[in-house]
């Protein structure tokens, strides 16, 4: 993200056209004096708290003040007051660009874009987006995040385990445009399988798509193998179209698993989303699972999920009946802190119930 001092320097410069973009031309004679402006419309929301347009013209008062985060929290509140508004989606769109969110940026701005490709206010938007692209194209170190687990395990012979993972890994790359994670993935159970694999995600107009694959040296419960691509782009204003293909390589042969899916974004910061799970390893098997998952203005991440599907370990395939709970809990700009608990059943073979700590520090943060 750019320097603070140089955002609010050219923050200053440009009020007027940033409060004419956010607020398509209504406030922009307000913009001269922001803050008393912001302390002006703070009042009247108190006694209309429900007014989505006072809520967009705030966050244009806080953006021409300066205060980016602030005008963010402004503009989520209007958009869930009012998530069909062309108007406040573009505002969305431009206060996520100005605070370096490409990405989500994009994506704020197609929602419109899928409604009415000629929108007042969308070429603006493209040529700031294309303009700030060209500033953050750097390559640089992300995220480190690292992840230990536990998992108590019961047989269907009564026989109890307990078995153990963890997870290391390291993102870099040009969050705007190419995403590189490597990854080590180590599973103890009565032996210890550890997964070396990499990943390429690379953002295109209206989604992405990525590359990756893994090796699992002397495997024993894993793939010896994987390859993975997929990826998803726009179908509609809100809707998501998604799709995971690998294949894998185990000591008795190789399966293939082909998982298109959907996703709706039901509501500001809440998302839902189905894919259907089809795995050819000699037979035909399919199965299916759905999520749920809820973002908070603040960058706080909630999920909940469940599913049902054939899953191959040991070079064995059996039905597995999943749910699944988590959060990820934004400590300050730069630390996460995540954690999931589970409940799966493999039919014929084991229950278990698992619980998962990971820790995330962030290197693109102020």
């Keep these: 993200?750019?320097?603070?001092?140089?955002?609010?320097?050219?923050?200053?410069?440009?009020?007027?056209?940033?409060?004419?973009?956010?607020?398509?031309?209504?406030?922009?004679?307000?913009?001269?004096?922001?803050?008393?402006?912001?302390?002006?419309l703070r009042q009247q929301l108190e006694t209309e708290p429900a007014n989505a347009d006072l809520w967009r013209r705030l966050a244009a008062a806080e953006a021409a003040s300066g205060n980016l985060a602030k005008a963010y929290i402004a503009i989520n509140r209007a958009i869930a007051l009012a998530p069909d508004d062309r108007d406040i989606q573009l505002a969305r769109a431009n206060i996520l660009l100005w605070r370096d969110r490409l990405s989500l940026a994009s994506n704020q701005a197609d929602a419109v874009r899928a409604i009415d490709p000629d929108y007042p206010g969308l070429a603006g938007f493209d040529r700031a987006f294309a303009g700030r692209q060209a500033e953050v194209s750097k390559f640089e170190l992300l995220s480190f995040s690292a992840v230990l687990g536990t998992s108590d395990i019961v047989f269907e012979n009564g026989l109890h385990q307990n078995w153990e993972n963890g997870v290391i890994a390291f993102a870099f790359g040009n969050v705007e445009r190419t995403i590189y994670e490597i990854n080590a993935d180590a599973e103890r159970r009565t032996a210890t399988d550890v997964r070396l694999s990499a990943r390429a995600t690379t953002r295109i107009r209206n989604g992405n798509y990525y590359l990756g694959a893994g090796i699992t040296p002397g495997a024993d419960f894993r793939d010896q193998w994987r390859l993975v691509a997929g990826g998803q782009?726009?179908?509609?204003?809100?809707?998501?179209?998604?799709?995971?293909?690998?294949?894998?390589?185990?000591?008795?042969?190789?399966?293939?698993?082909?998982?298109?899916?959907?996703?709706?974004?039901?509501?500001?910061?809440?998302?839902?989303?189905?894919?259907?799970?089809?795995?050819?390893?000699?037979?035909?098997?399919?199965?299916?699972?759905?999520?749920?998952?809820?973002?908070?203005?603040?960058?706080?991440?909630?999920?909940?999920?469940?599913?049902?599907?054939?899953?191959?370990?040991?070079?064995?395939?059996?039905?597995?009946?999943?749910?699944?709970?988590?959060?990820?809990?934004n400590l300050d700009p730069r630390w996460r802190v995540r954690l999931t608990a589970s409940d799966e059943k493999r039919e014929d073979s084991y229950h278990s119930q698992s619980v998962n700590l990971g820790l995330t520090y962030r290197f693109d943060q102020p």
């Excluded at 509609?236 to 293909?245: K, N, V, Y």
């Design 233 to 329: 782009t726009l179908l509609a204003s809100g809707w998501r179209g998604t799709a995971d293909l690998r294949l894998a390589r185990y000591r008795s042969g190789i399966s293939a698993s082909i998982e298109p899916g959907i996703a709706y974004m039901a509501a500001a910061g809440m998302t839902i989303s189905a894919r259907m799970i089809n795995l050819l390893d000699g037979d035909y098997r399919i199965g299916a699972a759905a999520r749920a998952d809820f973002e908070l203005a603040d960058g706080n991440i909630f999920f909940a999920s469940a599913a049902r599907y054939p899953d191959r370990e040991a070079d064995v395939t059996k039905q597995l009946r999943s749910f699944a709970l988590g959060g990820a809990i």
């Design 1 to 40: 993200m750019f320097n603070r001092a140089v955002a609010s320097l050219a923050l200053a410069l440009m009020i007027d056209s940033q409060a004419l973009a956010i607020t398509n031309s209504a406030t922009a004679a307000a913009s001269e004096n922001p803050t008393q402006n912001t302390e002006a």
